[in-house]
């Protein structure tokens, strides 16, 4: 007999979403001088708030900001008092937990369960994690007394709004740099909400600057001369647009860009504990997940097992109101991310791979898609080969570990991977061989402040998190082997 689950709302009475919103820059508030654009909740198109699209003379006015407060005030503020600048922030962060992941998930569409439970409580532990190295940074590993590099231009993308945040902003805080951060024209609310925790933590002004927009406000930041280093998280082909734009100016970057991670199952794999790390691995967050595990290589002699387990799981997979503490999977980010994934899985029917659905009601209104994998899928498929970023899993199978490998770093990208088996010298010769930054072995999309994440190939340049991540806001006083008189 099954049960059906009565509705488990959550309350939006925690939120209060202003009509409209200015630019957060030097601390305050400031009318923008680009127009507005609607925010809405993906899950029922309806429009939550005005943005303001921030012009290149906004940009220009929050870089000057962040350069005031870095030389006259940040920059002179001994390491601990940093530090504790960002205790203050992780700590409200956990107090206002509820209000931020209620947000988030009417903003995003991702299930509250998950703003709930991994979004917000990872964002607060990340400013806890940067706090704490404020002070100690003589022991990050770039030499003694390390100097920030300035002011930062930070941009980051709609799949984990708040969480890319913290990312950016706590290591670079932490470090010593100030920052003029844009969002993600899709899910703004939780970085203005963010400004005001600034505010609340009596932040020094200046020190964060939001400005929101499109792409256009992130092309001024990126081309700002004011800035030191860019920060950037998003699609491979924007990271490019970077990459060329700073090519010749003195700006460094750290750009962490797509993926189309393999996720092996090996024939003495705990199966039912392999299909969970499937279904974790590429429906986790609608699939919008840049480490997404998007690509499933299966040993052919448990082929059959696994696709029927997972298909049997599949559809006990829980489509709809992001709202409802009970739902598995929310709506697509927007109505240009839904018509993506549309066009990639036309694809995947055309070029003569197999569809499978789970049989699941979409509301009507909003932007949904039904869990779906695709078999018969070959190397050279489109869907094989391109990041889908939807909850679409491409299946393949393998014979040996050899084929297994070839299979999984014949990709451009290279973020993650996952591997499944009881075997740990299988688990490691595997992991030894696979060109990816992040490899999970019998559990998948885990994350962690102290442990650095980043990618291989046209995944990007430099590590997020952990001691890494620190270097890349940190410009290093000691001398390379090559400097001390290499070649
Ligand atoms: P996605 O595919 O995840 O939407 P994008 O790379 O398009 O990824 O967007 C990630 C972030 O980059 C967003 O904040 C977006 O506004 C910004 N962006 C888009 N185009 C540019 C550009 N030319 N220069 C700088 N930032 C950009």
Redesign the pocket.
């Given at each position: 007999m099954e049960f059906t689950y009565a509705a488990a709302p959550e309350s939006r009475s925690v939120v209060d979403i202003a009509p409209s919103y200015k630019l957060f820059i030097n601390g305050d508030w400031v009318a923008g001088k680009g127009g507005t654009f609607p925010t809405i909740n993906p899950a029922t198109e309806e429009v939550l708030s005005k943005i303001t699209q921030g012009s290149a003379s906004d940009i220009d006015r929050a870089v000057k900001a962040a350069r005031n407060a870095y030389t006259k005030i940040w920059s002179k503020l001994p390491a601990k008092e940093r530090g504790k600048y960002l205790f203050r922030i992780a700590r409200i962060l956990q107090e206002r937990a509820r209000e931020f992941a209620v947000l988030e998930t009417l903003n995003n569409g991702k299930p509250i369960r998950e703003s709930r439970d991994v979004d917000i409580p990872l964002a607060a532990a990340h400013f806890f994690y940067h706090a704490g190295w404020a002070d100690k940074l003589d022991y990050a590993g770039v030499g003694k007394s390390p100097k920030p590099y300035g002011v930062v231009g930070q941009?980051?993308?709609?799949?984990f709004p708040l969480l890319m945040l913290a990312w950016k902003i706590a290591p670079a805080l932490a470090t010593g740099n100030t920052v003029v951060l844009?969002?993600?024209?899709t899910t703004p609310l939780t970085a203005l909400l963010f400004a005001e925790v600034c505010q609340q933590a009596d932040l020094p002004d200046g020190v964060v600057n939001i400005v929101t927009g499109?792409?256009r406000?992130?092309?001024a930041?990126?081309n700002h001369p004011g800035i030191d280093k860019i920060a950037?998280?998003?699609?491979t082909?924007?990271?490019k647009?970077?990459a060329r734009a700073i090519a010749g100016t003195e700006k460094k970057a750290t750009l962490e860009l797509g993926g189309k991670a393999a996720n092996i199952i090996y024939d003495d794999a705990a199966i039912d504990q392999a299909v969970e790390g499937i279904i974790n691995g590429i429906f986790f967050n609608q699939g919008h997940v840049c480490c997404a595990g998007s690509r499933l290589l299966v040993q052919e002699s448990v082929y059959g097992t696994v696709l029927d387990k997972l298909q049997e799981r599949m559809a006990k997979i829980r489509v709809g109101d992001p709202m409802d503490k009970n739902t598995d999977l929310g709506a697509i980010n927007s109505a240009a991310q839904l018509a993506k994934i549309k066009e990639l899985t036309s694809a995947g029917d055309s070029e003569g791979a197999t569809r499978w659905s789970s049989p699941c009601e979409l509301p009507e209104k909003g932007f949904w898609f039904a869990p779906t994998i695709f078999t018969g899928v070959t190397e050279s498929h489109r869907i094989a080969r391109e990041e889908i970023?939807g909850p679409v899993l491409s299946v393949l199978t393998f014979r040996t570990p050899a084929e297994a490998i070839e299979k999984a770093n014949a990709t451009p990208y290279g973020l993650s991977a996952g591997i499944w088996s009881e075997k740990s010298s299988k688990i490691l010769w595997t992991a030894q061989n696979l060109r990816a930054g992040v490899i999970w072995s019998n559990t998948f999309n885990k994350f962690d402040p102290a442990s650095p994440f980043g990618g291989y190939k046209e995944s990007g340049w430099g590590r997020e998190g952990g001691r890494h991540g620190l270097h890349g806001y940190l410009l290093t006083t000691q001398k390379s082997h090559s400097q001390k008189g290499g070649k």
């Amino acid at each position: 007999m099954e049960f059906t689950y009565a509705a488990a709302p959550e309350s939006r009475s925690v939120v209060d979403i202003a009509p409209s919103y200015k630019l957060f820059i030097n601390g305050d508030w400031v009318a923008g001088k680009g127009g507005t654009f609607p925010t809405i909740n993906p899950a029922t198109e309806e429009v939550l708030s005005k943005i303001t699209q921030g012009s290149a003379s906004d940009i220009d006015r929050a870089v000057k900001a962040a350069r005031n407060a870095y030389t006259k005030i940040w920059s002179k503020l001994p390491a601990k008092e940093r530090g504790k600048y960002l205790f203050r922030i992780a700590r409200i962060l956990q107090e206002r937990a509820r209000e931020f992941a209620v947000l988030e998930t009417l903003n995003n569409g991702k299930p509250i369960r998950e703003s709930r439970d991994v979004d917000i409580p990872l964002a607060a532990a990340h400013f806890f994690y940067h706090a704490g190295w404020a002070d100690k940074l003589d022991y990050a590993g770039v030499g003694k007394s390390p100097k920030p590099y300035g002011v930062v231009g930070q941009i980051i993308p709609w799949n984990f709004p708040l969480l890319m945040l913290a990312w950016k902003i706590a290591p670079a805080l932490a470090t010593g740099n100030t920052v003029v951060l844009k969002p993600a024209e899709t899910t703004p609310l939780t970085a203005l909400l963010f400004a005001e925790v600034c505010q609340q933590a009596d932040l020094p002004d200046g020190v964060v600057n939001i400005v929101t927009g499109d792409g256009r406000t992130g092309a001024a930041l990126v081309n700002h001369p004011g800035i030191d280093k860019i920060a950037f998280t998003g699609s491979t082909e924007v990271g490019k647009i970077i990459a060329r734009a700073i090519a010749g100016t003195e700006k460094k970057a750290t750009l962490e860009l797509g993926g189309k991670a393999a996720n092996i199952i090996y024939d003495d794999a705990a199966i039912d504990q392999a299909v969970e790390g499937i279904i974790n691995g590429i429906f986790f967050n609608q699939g919008h997940v840049c480490c997404a595990g998007s690509r499933l290589l299966v040993q052919e002699s448990v082929y059959g097992t696994v696709l029927d387990k997972l298909q049997e799981r599949m559809a006990k997979i829980r489509v709809g109101d992001p709202m409802d503490k009970n739902t598995d999977l929310g709506a697509i980010n927007s109505a240009a991310q839904l018509a993506k994934i549309k066009e990639l899985t036309s694809a995947g029917d055309s070029e003569g791979a197999t569809r499978w659905s789970s049989p699941c009601e979409l509301p009507e209104k909003g932007f949904w898609f039904a869990p779906t994998i695709f078999t018969g899928v070959t190397e050279s498929h489109r869907i094989a080969r391109e990041e889908i970023f939807g909850p679409v899993l491409s299946v393949l199978t393998f014979r040996t570990p050899a084929e297994a490998i070839e299979k999984a770093n014949a990709t451009p990208y290279g973020l993650s991977a996952g591997i499944w088996s009881e075997k740990s010298s299988k688990i490691l010769w595997t992991a030894q061989n696979l060109r990816a930054g992040v490899i999970w072995s019998n559990t998948f999309n885990k994350f962690d402040p102290a442990s650095p994440f980043g990618g291989y190939k046209e995944s990007g340049w430099g590590r997020e998190g952990g001691r890494h991540g620190l270097h890349g806001y940190l410009l290093t006083t000691q001398k390379s082997h090559s400097q001390k008189g290499g070649k």
